[in-house]
Protein backbone atom coordinates (compact mmCIF):
# COMPACT_ATOMS: atom_id res chain seq x y z
CA UNK A 1 0.00 0.00 0.00
CA UNK A 2 1.03 3.90 -1.02
CA UNK A 3 0.27 4.92 2.28
CA UNK A 4 -1.09 3.92 5.67
CA UNK A 5 -4.23 6.13 6.18
CA UNK A 6 -6.04 8.12 3.35
CA UNK A 7 -8.46 10.87 4.51
CA UNK A 8 -11.33 12.15 2.53
CA UNK A 9 -11.59 15.92 4.36
CA UNK A 10 -9.44 18.44 5.82
CA UNK A 11 -11.76 19.98 8.32
CA UNK A 12 -11.21 20.07 12.25
CA UNK A 13 -12.00 16.39 11.84
CA UNK A 14 -9.61 15.00 9.44
CA UNK A 15 -7.07 17.80 9.55
CA UNK A 16 -6.52 16.48 13.43
CA UNK A 17 -6.46 12.76 12.57
CA UNK A 18 -3.87 13.24 9.94
CA UNK A 19 -1.41 15.15 12.05
CA UNK A 20 -1.96 12.49 14.64
CA UNK A 21 -1.50 9.73 12.87
CA UNK A 22 1.95 11.08 11.53
CA UNK A 23 3.10 11.94 14.81
CA UNK A 24 2.40 8.09 15.43
CA UNK A 25 4.73 7.24 12.16
CA UNK A 26 1.88 6.39 9.84
CA UNK A 27 2.30 7.91 6.40
CA UNK A 28 -0.82 9.97 5.25
CA UNK A 29 -2.87 11.65 2.35
CA UNK A 30 -5.47 14.22 2.32
CA UNK A 31 -7.99 14.68 0.13
CA UNK A 32 -9.95 18.14 -0.05
CA UNK A 33 -12.50 19.32 -2.32
CA UNK A 34 -12.28 22.67 -1.64
CA UNK A 35 -9.05 24.84 -2.46
CA UNK A 36 -8.17 26.07 1.01
CA UNK A 37 -7.85 23.31 4.23
CA UNK A 38 -9.85 23.64 7.48
CA UNK A 39 -13.28 22.74 6.29
CA UNK A 40 -16.88 23.92 7.24
CA UNK A 41 -15.46 25.22 10.57
CA UNK A 42 -12.47 27.15 9.34
CA UNK A 43 -14.05 28.48 5.41
CA UNK A 44 -17.81 29.21 6.51
CA UNK A 45 -18.26 27.90 9.73
CA UNK A 46 -17.09 28.17 13.60
CA UNK A 47 -14.44 30.74 12.21
CA UNK A 48 -15.67 33.92 9.59
CA UNK A 49 -18.94 33.33 12.37
CA UNK A 50 -17.07 34.37 15.85
CA UNK A 51 -14.73 37.27 13.70
CA UNK A 52 -18.40 38.42 12.94
CA UNK A 53 -19.57 37.94 16.37
CA UNK A 54 -16.62 39.77 18.28
CA UNK A 55 -16.87 42.85 15.80
CA UNK A 56 -21.11 43.18 16.06
CA UNK A 57 -20.55 42.49 19.53
CA UNK A 58 -17.72 45.36 19.92
CA UNK A 59 -19.66 47.79 17.83
CA UNK A 60 -22.72 47.30 20.26
CA UNK A 61 -20.68 48.27 23.04
CA UNK A 62 -19.64 51.37 21.37
CA UNK A 63 -22.44 52.67 20.25
CA UNK A 64 -23.75 52.06 23.92
CA UNK A 65 -21.09 54.04 25.01
CA UNK A 66 -20.57 56.95 22.64
CA UNK A 67 -24.68 57.21 23.74
CA UNK A 68 -23.67 57.76 27.58
CA UNK A 69 -20.58 59.62 26.91
CA UNK A 70 -22.68 62.26 24.04
CA UNK A 71 -20.31 60.93 21.55
CA UNK A 72 -20.92 60.82 17.41
CA UNK A 73 -22.47 57.54 16.60
CA UNK A 74 -20.33 55.18 15.25
CA UNK A 75 -20.41 53.27 11.86
CA UNK A 76 -20.12 49.52 11.23
CA UNK A 77 -18.32 48.80 7.83
CA UNK A 78 -19.52 45.49 6.82
CA UNK A 79 -16.91 45.28 3.96
CA UNK A 80 -14.03 46.17 5.65
CA UNK A 81 -15.32 42.93 7.90
CA UNK A 82 -15.83 41.04 5.33
CA UNK A 83 -12.20 41.25 4.56
CA UNK A 84 -10.78 41.03 7.90
CA UNK A 85 -12.66 38.11 8.06
CA UNK A 86 -11.69 36.39 5.09
CA UNK A 87 -7.81 37.64 6.06
CA UNK A 88 -8.24 35.69 9.81
CA UNK A 89 -9.33 32.41 7.68
CA UNK A 90 -6.85 32.70 4.92
CA UNK A 91 -4.11 32.89 7.55
CA UNK A 92 -5.51 29.92 9.54
CA UNK A 93 -5.39 27.53 6.51
CA UNK A 94 -1.83 28.76 5.65
CA UNK A 95 -0.71 27.45 8.87
CA UNK A 96 -2.53 23.89 8.28
CA UNK A 97 -0.75 24.04 5.03
CA UNK A 98 2.59 24.48 6.68
CA UNK A 99 1.68 22.27 9.61
CA UNK A 100 1.28 18.98 7.05
CA UNK A 101 4.11 19.99 5.55
CA UNK A 102 6.06 19.77 8.81
CA UNK A 103 4.17 16.24 9.37
CA UNK A 104 4.91 15.31 5.81
CA UNK A 105 1.18 14.71 5.26
CA UNK A 106 0.63 14.80 1.48
CA UNK A 107 -2.71 16.78 0.17
CA UNK A 108 -4.39 16.13 -2.98
CA UNK A 109 -6.78 19.05 -3.73
CA UNK A 110 -9.61 17.57 -5.61
CA UNK A 111 -13.15 16.15 -4.89
CA UNK A 112 -12.57 12.23 -3.67
CA UNK A 113 -14.69 9.17 -3.12
CA UNK A 114 -13.68 5.46 -2.00
CA UNK A 115 -14.20 2.95 -4.43
CA UNK A 116 -12.97 0.09 -2.66
CA UNK A 117 -11.78 -0.95 0.85
CA UNK A 118 -8.39 0.05 0.39
CA UNK A 119 -8.96 2.39 -2.33
CA UNK A 120 -9.37 6.31 -2.99
CA UNK A 121 -9.96 7.74 -6.48
CA UNK A 122 -9.25 11.25 -6.83
CA UNK A 123 -8.78 13.17 -10.31
CA UNK A 124 -8.93 10.28 -12.37
CA UNK A 125 -6.11 8.76 -10.06
CA UNK A 126 -6.66 5.62 -8.05
CA UNK A 127 -4.66 5.85 -3.98
CA UNK A 128 -3.82 3.32 -2.45
CA UNK A 129 -4.33 3.17 1.87
CA UNK A 130 -4.65 0.10 4.02
CA UNK A 131 -7.15 2.86 5.99
CA UNK A 132 -9.57 4.78 4.69
CA UNK A 133 -11.14 7.67 7.15
CA UNK A 134 -14.37 9.62 6.14
CA UNK A 135 -14.27 13.55 7.38
CA UNK A 136 -15.99 15.11 5.14
CA UNK A 137 -18.12 17.10 7.21
CA UNK A 138 -22.17 18.31 6.46
CA UNK A 139 -24.30 20.47 4.54
CA UNK A 140 -26.64 22.90 5.15
CA UNK A 141 -30.43 21.36 5.27
CA UNK A 142 -32.76 23.66 2.96
CA UNK A 143 -36.55 24.04 2.70
CA UNK A 144 -37.94 22.34 0.22
CA UNK A 145 -40.33 25.30 -1.56
CA UNK A 146 -37.18 28.01 -0.73
CA UNK A 147 -34.15 27.10 -2.30
CA UNK A 148 -30.98 28.67 -1.48
CA UNK A 149 -29.99 31.80 -3.96
CA UNK A 150 -27.32 32.70 -1.32
CA UNK A 151 -28.60 36.12 -1.78
CA UNK A 152 -32.35 36.46 -0.32
CA UNK A 153 -32.59 32.90 0.93
CA UNK A 154 -29.40 32.17 2.72
CA UNK A 155 -27.79 29.32 4.52
CA UNK A 156 -25.60 29.85 7.59
CA UNK A 157 -22.68 30.04 4.35
CA UNK A 158 -24.66 32.97 3.07
CA UNK A 159 -24.90 34.80 6.26
CA UNK A 160 -21.16 35.04 6.91
CA UNK A 161 -21.15 36.47 3.14
CA UNK A 162 -23.78 39.25 3.06
CA UNK A 163 -22.53 42.50 1.31
CA UNK A 164 -25.03 45.01 2.93
CA UNK A 165 -27.00 44.84 6.07
CA UNK A 166 -30.60 43.90 4.99
CA UNK A 167 -32.89 45.90 6.98
CA UNK A 168 -34.60 43.42 7.92
CA UNK A 169 -34.24 39.63 8.25
CA UNK A 170 -36.59 36.50 8.95
CA UNK A 171 -34.14 33.38 10.42
CA UNK A 172 -36.28 30.63 10.24
CA UNK A 173 -34.99 27.83 13.40
CA UNK A 174 -33.55 29.01 16.64
CA UNK A 175 -31.14 27.00 17.27
CA UNK A 176 -27.19 27.02 17.86
CA UNK A 177 -26.60 29.03 13.97
CA UNK A 178 -29.93 30.69 14.22
CA UNK A 179 -29.30 32.76 17.39
CA UNK A 180 -25.76 33.61 16.92
CA UNK A 181 -26.21 35.73 13.00
CA UNK A 182 -29.78 36.85 14.32
CA UNK A 183 -27.81 38.54 17.25
CA UNK A 184 -24.80 39.53 14.36
CA UNK A 185 -27.45 41.33 12.61
CA UNK A 186 -29.28 42.41 14.69
CA UNK A 187 -26.56 44.38 16.46
CA UNK A 188 -25.86 46.30 12.92
CA UNK A 189 -29.41 47.57 12.59
CA UNK A 190 -31.58 44.57 11.08
CA UNK A 191 -35.19 44.15 11.92
CA UNK A 192 -34.82 40.37 12.93
CA UNK A 193 -37.52 37.71 13.58
CA UNK A 194 -36.70 34.01 14.49
CA UNK A 195 -39.20 31.64 13.87
CA UNK A 196 -39.06 28.16 15.78
CA UNK A 197 -41.01 24.98 15.53
CA UNK A 198 -39.99 24.23 19.29
CA UNK A 199 -41.47 25.94 22.45
CA UNK A 200 -38.41 27.22 23.09
CA UNK A 201 -34.44 28.05 21.22
CA UNK A 202 -31.46 26.15 21.66
CA UNK A 203 -33.52 22.94 22.09
CA UNK A 204 -31.45 20.26 24.17
CA UNK A 205 -29.18 23.06 26.61
CA UNK A 206 -30.82 23.35 30.20
CA UNK A 207 -34.47 24.72 29.98
CA UNK A 208 -34.39 27.51 32.72
CA UNK A 209 -30.67 28.89 30.98
CA UNK A 210 -32.18 28.69 27.16
CA UNK A 211 -35.22 30.89 28.12
CA UNK A 212 -32.63 33.24 30.49
CA UNK A 213 -30.48 33.34 26.86
CA UNK A 214 -34.60 33.89 24.95
CA UNK A 215 -35.65 36.59 27.76
CA UNK A 216 -31.34 38.58 27.55
CA UNK A 217 -32.01 38.43 23.80
CA UNK A 218 -35.38 40.19 22.79
CA UNK A 219 -33.84 42.52 25.52
CA UNK A 220 -31.58 43.29 22.54
CA UNK A 221 -35.13 44.09 20.02
CA UNK A 222 -34.69 40.25 18.83
CA UNK A 223 -38.34 39.25 18.06
CA UNK A 224 -39.35 36.01 18.45
CA UNK A 225 -41.85 33.41 17.06
CA UNK A 226 -41.53 30.36 18.98
CA UNK A 227 -44.41 27.15 18.44
CA UNK A 228 -44.02 28.07 14.58
CA UNK A 229 -44.37 25.91 11.51
CA UNK A 230 -43.38 27.32 8.15
CA UNK A 231 -45.60 25.78 5.52
CA UNK A 232 -44.61 27.53 1.83
CA UNK A 233 -42.61 30.70 1.40
CA UNK A 234 -42.00 32.72 -2.49
CA UNK A 235 -39.57 35.18 -3.75
CA UNK A 236 -41.36 38.44 -4.02
CA UNK A 237 -38.89 40.43 -6.18
CA UNK A 238 -37.69 43.90 -4.70
CA UNK A 239 -40.18 43.16 -2.04
CA UNK A 240 -37.96 40.33 -0.61
CA UNK A 241 -39.23 37.13 0.46
CA UNK A 242 -42.48 36.28 2.13
CA UNK A 243 -43.24 33.10 4.25
CA UNK A 244 -46.40 31.74 4.71
CA UNK A 245 -46.35 30.27 8.40
CA UNK A 246 -48.87 28.19 11.12
CA UNK A 247 -49.20 29.45 14.77
CA UNK A 248 -49.55 26.85 17.69
CA UNK A 249 -53.30 28.11 18.04
CA UNK A 250 -53.97 26.86 13.90
CA UNK A 251 -53.99 30.58 12.89
CA UNK A 252 -51.84 30.86 9.35
CA UNK A 253 -50.32 34.26 8.47
CA UNK A 254 -47.98 35.71 6.26
CA UNK A 255 -44.59 37.51 7.36
CA UNK A 256 -42.34 39.27 4.93
CA UNK A 257 -38.58 40.13 5.42
CA UNK A 258 -35.44 41.57 2.69
CA UNK A 259 -33.74 38.09 3.90
CA UNK A 260 -34.69 34.95 4.59
CA UNK A 261 -31.84 33.01 6.61
CA UNK A 262 -32.80 28.98 6.63
CA UNK A 263 -31.06 27.45 10.33
CA UNK A 264 -32.64 24.22 10.64
CA UNK A 265 -30.03 22.17 10.78
CA UNK A 266 -27.54 20.37 8.66
CA UNK A 267 -26.97 16.95 7.02
CA UNK A 268 -23.76 14.71 6.45
CA UNK A 269 -22.27 15.04 3.44
CA UNK A 270 -21.81 11.29 2.44
CA UNK A 271 -24.25 11.31 -0.54
CA UNK A 272 -20.90 11.45 -2.87
CA UNK A 273 -18.30 9.75 -1.04
CA UNK A 274 -19.01 6.29 -3.06
CA UNK A 275 -20.62 4.60 0.57
CA UNK A 276 -23.58 3.69 -1.47
CA UNK A 277 -21.74 2.06 -4.40
CA UNK A 278 -19.73 -0.19 -1.49
CA UNK A 279 -22.99 -0.84 0.45
CA UNK A 280 -21.64 0.48 3.55
CA UNK A 281 -24.55 0.98 5.77
CA UNK A 282 -25.97 4.36 6.56
CA UNK A 283 -29.27 5.94 8.70
CA UNK A 284 -32.20 7.46 6.32
CA UNK A 285 -30.53 10.74 7.20
CA UNK A 286 -27.59 10.10 5.32
CA UNK A 287 -25.55 9.35 8.78
CA UNK A 288 -22.20 6.84 8.40
CA UNK A 289 -22.73 4.28 10.60
CA UNK A 290 -19.86 3.02 12.49
CA UNK A 291 -19.31 0.83 15.70
CA UNK A 292 -17.84 2.16 18.90
CA UNK A 293 -13.93 2.13 17.31
CA UNK A 294 -16.02 4.32 14.29
CA UNK A 295 -15.53 1.42 11.69
CA UNK A 296 -18.01 1.35 9.06
CA UNK A 297 -19.30 -1.79 7.76
CA UNK A 298 -16.30 -2.37 5.97
CA UNK A 299 -13.34 -2.83 8.49
CA UNK A 300 -10.56 -0.69 6.83
CA UNK A 301 -13.01 2.37 6.33
CA UNK A 302 -13.57 4.69 9.57
CA UNK A 303 -15.84 7.74 9.75
CA UNK A 304 -16.04 10.34 12.44
CA UNK A 305 -17.92 14.28 12.97
CA UNK A 306 -20.57 15.23 11.27
CA UNK A 307 -20.50 12.26 9.44
CA UNK A 308 -22.20 9.74 11.95
CA UNK A 309 -24.34 10.29 13.95
CA UNK A 310 -23.98 12.92 17.33
CA UNK A 311 -23.73 16.69 17.75
CA UNK A 312 -22.11 18.64 14.89
CA UNK A 313 -19.21 20.43 16.69
CA UNK A 314 -15.76 20.87 15.69
CA UNK A 315 -14.20 19.87 19.11
CA UNK A 316 -15.89 16.81 18.88
CA UNK A 317 -14.85 15.87 15.15
CA UNK A 318 -11.02 16.34 16.63
CA UNK A 319 -11.93 14.35 19.30
CA UNK A 320 -12.68 11.68 17.36
CA UNK A 321 -9.85 12.22 14.50
CA UNK A 322 -7.02 11.91 16.90
CA UNK A 323 -8.72 8.80 18.52
CA UNK A 324 -9.13 7.09 14.95
CA UNK A 325 -5.77 8.02 14.22
CA UNK A 326 -4.62 5.78 17.69
CA UNK A 327 -6.75 3.01 16.99
CA UNK A 328 -5.40 2.22 13.33
CA UNK A 329 -1.98 2.92 15.25
CA UNK A 330 -2.86 0.16 17.80
CA UNK A 331 -3.41 2.23 20.94
CA UNK A 332 -6.76 2.18 22.69
CA UNK A 333 -8.13 5.80 22.97
CA UNK A 334 -10.90 6.42 25.60
CA UNK A 335 -13.59 8.35 24.18
CA UNK A 336 -16.27 9.85 26.15
CA UNK A 337 -19.10 12.04 25.11
CA UNK A 338 -19.86 13.46 28.17
CA UNK A 339 -16.73 15.29 27.89
CA UNK A 340 -17.65 17.55 24.88
CA UNK A 341 -18.52 20.93 25.58
CA UNK A 342 -21.15 22.95 23.60
CA UNK A 343 -21.35 26.79 23.03
CA UNK A 344 -23.64 29.06 21.81
CA UNK A 345 -21.76 32.50 20.70
CA UNK A 346 -24.49 35.26 21.84
CA UNK A 347 -24.06 37.73 24.38
CA UNK A 348 -23.92 36.58 27.06
CA UNK A 349 -22.56 33.04 25.78
CA UNK A 350 -24.34 29.98 26.68
CA UNK A 351 -22.06 27.10 27.25
CA UNK A 352 -23.11 23.35 28.59
CA UNK A 353 -21.03 19.95 29.33
CA UNK A 354 -22.93 17.28 31.35
CA UNK A 355 -25.60 16.49 32.33
CA UNK A 356 -28.04 18.96 32.36
CA UNK A 357 -30.91 19.06 35.45
CA UNK A 358 -33.66 17.86 32.74
CA UNK A 359 -31.74 15.44 31.57
CA UNK A 360 -31.01 13.81 35.58
CA UNK A 361 -34.45 14.01 36.26
CA UNK A 362 -35.45 11.90 32.93
CA UNK A 363 -33.07 9.38 34.19
CA UNK A 364 -34.71 9.59 37.75
CA UNK A 365 -31.56 10.21 39.26
CA UNK A 366 -31.30 11.80 42.60
CA UNK A 367 -29.24 15.17 42.01
CA UNK A 368 -27.80 18.35 43.88
CA UNK A 369 -27.86 21.64 42.01
CA UNK A 370 -26.09 24.38 42.90
CA UNK A 371 -26.91 27.89 41.35
CA UNK A 372 -25.24 31.07 41.07
CA UNK A 373 -26.43 34.18 39.51
CA UNK A 374 -23.97 37.07 38.34
CA UNK A 375 -25.58 39.78 39.32
CA UNK A 376 -24.02 38.94 42.89
CA UNK A 377 -20.29 38.37 41.05
CA UNK A 378 -17.60 41.67 42.00
CA UNK A 379 -16.43 41.08 38.43
CA UNK A 380 -19.54 41.39 36.31
CA UNK A 381 -20.75 44.12 38.53
CA UNK A 382 -17.76 46.49 38.26
CA UNK A 383 -18.06 45.47 34.15
CA UNK A 384 -21.81 46.07 34.56
CA UNK A 385 -22.40 43.07 33.26
CA UNK A 386 -24.50 40.66 35.15
CA UNK A 387 -27.15 38.72 32.88
CA UNK A 388 -26.49 35.12 33.73
CA UNK A 389 -26.35 31.97 36.10
CA UNK A 390 -23.80 29.23 36.92
CA UNK A 391 -26.07 26.16 37.43
CA UNK A 392 -23.79 22.95 38.80
CA UNK A 393 -25.71 18.94 38.74
CA UNK A 394 -23.93 16.56 41.12
CA UNK A 395 -25.09 12.98 42.32
CA UNK A 396 -26.46 13.18 45.30
CA UNK A 397 -25.25 9.99 46.61
CA UNK A 398 -21.54 10.66 45.97
CA UNK A 399 -21.76 14.52 45.17
CA UNK A 400 -19.56 13.69 42.01
CA UNK A 401 -19.88 16.78 39.40
CA UNK A 402 -22.38 15.32 36.76
CA UNK A 403 -22.63 19.15 34.45
CA UNK A 404 -21.88 22.68 34.45
CA UNK A 405 -24.01 25.11 32.63
CA UNK A 406 -23.01 28.44 32.40
CA UNK A 407 -25.03 31.31 31.11
CA UNK A 408 -22.54 34.81 30.68
CA UNK A 409 -19.56 36.56 28.82
CA UNK A 410 -16.96 34.34 28.71
CA UNK A 411 -18.84 31.35 29.24
CA UNK A 412 -17.14 29.52 26.57
CA UNK A 413 -13.62 30.06 28.26
CA UNK A 414 -15.24 29.09 31.82
CA UNK A 415 -16.79 25.37 30.79
CA UNK A 416 -13.51 24.22 30.69
CA UNK A 417 -13.58 23.96 34.04
CA UNK A 418 -16.88 21.20 34.20
CA UNK A 419 -14.66 19.56 31.38
CA UNK A 420 -11.81 19.42 33.88
CA UNK A 421 -14.11 18.15 36.51
CA UNK A 422 -15.51 15.29 34.81
CA UNK A 423 -12.88 14.35 33.33
CA UNK A 424 -11.34 14.09 36.42
CA UNK A 425 -14.44 12.56 38.52
CA UNK A 426 -14.33 15.75 41.04
CA UNK A 427 -17.32 16.44 43.50
CA UNK A 428 -18.36 19.30 44.54
CA UNK A 429 -15.94 20.18 47.52
CA UNK A 430 -12.99 19.00 45.41
CA UNK A 431 -13.89 22.34 42.88
CA UNK A 432 -16.02 24.65 45.32
CA UNK A 433 -12.71 24.05 48.35
CA UNK A 434 -9.82 25.42 45.19
CA UNK A 435 -9.16 29.02 45.40
CA UNK A 436 -10.45 30.70 42.44
CA UNK A 437 -8.51 34.40 41.78
CA UNK A 438 -10.73 37.31 42.27
CA UNK A 439 -12.36 38.82 41.19
CA UNK A 440 -13.05 36.36 38.23
CA UNK A 441 -16.37 35.40 36.37
CA UNK A 442 -15.20 31.94 37.10
CA UNK A 443 -15.88 32.79 40.92
CA UNK A 444 -19.39 31.75 39.97
CA UNK A 445 -18.79 28.46 39.34
CA UNK A 446 -17.18 28.05 43.18
CA UNK A 447 -19.55 29.53 44.53
CA UNK A 448 -22.40 27.26 42.51
CA UNK A 449 -20.43 24.23 44.13
CA UNK A 450 -20.77 25.28 47.03
CA UNK A 451 -24.33 26.49 47.11
CA UNK A 452 -25.18 22.96 46.31
CA UNK A 453 -23.79 21.49 49.60
CA UNK A 454 -25.24 24.57 51.51
CA UNK A 455 -21.95 26.13 52.04
CA UNK A 456 -22.05 29.47 50.04
CA UNK A 457 -20.01 32.69 51.27
CA UNK A 458 -22.42 34.61 49.23
CA UNK A 459 -26.01 33.39 48.63
Given at each position: MNYDLAIIGAGPGGYIAAIRASQLGLKVVMFEAWPTLGGTCLNVGCIPSKTLLHASELYMQFLEEAASLNLDTPAFDLASQQQKKAAIVTGLSDAIVQLFKKHN????????????????????????????????GSQPIGLPFLPFDEKKIISSTGALSLEKVPKSMIVVGGGVIGVEMASVYSRLGSDVTVVEMMPTICAGVDTQLAGMLLAS??????????????LAGRDLGNKGVELKIRQVDGRELD?????VLVA???????????????NIDTTPRGAVVVDKNFRTTIPTIYAIGDLINGPMLAHRASYEGAAVAEIIAGKQPKVEYIHIPNVIYTSPELATVGLSEDEARELKRPILIGKCAFRGNPRARTAEDTDGLVKVVADKKTERILGLHILSSYASEMIEVGVVALYKRMSLAELGDLPFAHPTYSEAIKEACLHALHRSYHL
Open positions: IDVVTARAEVVGPNQVKADGKVYEAKNILLAALEKQKISFMLNVQVIQAEVIGRSPRSQDLGVAKL
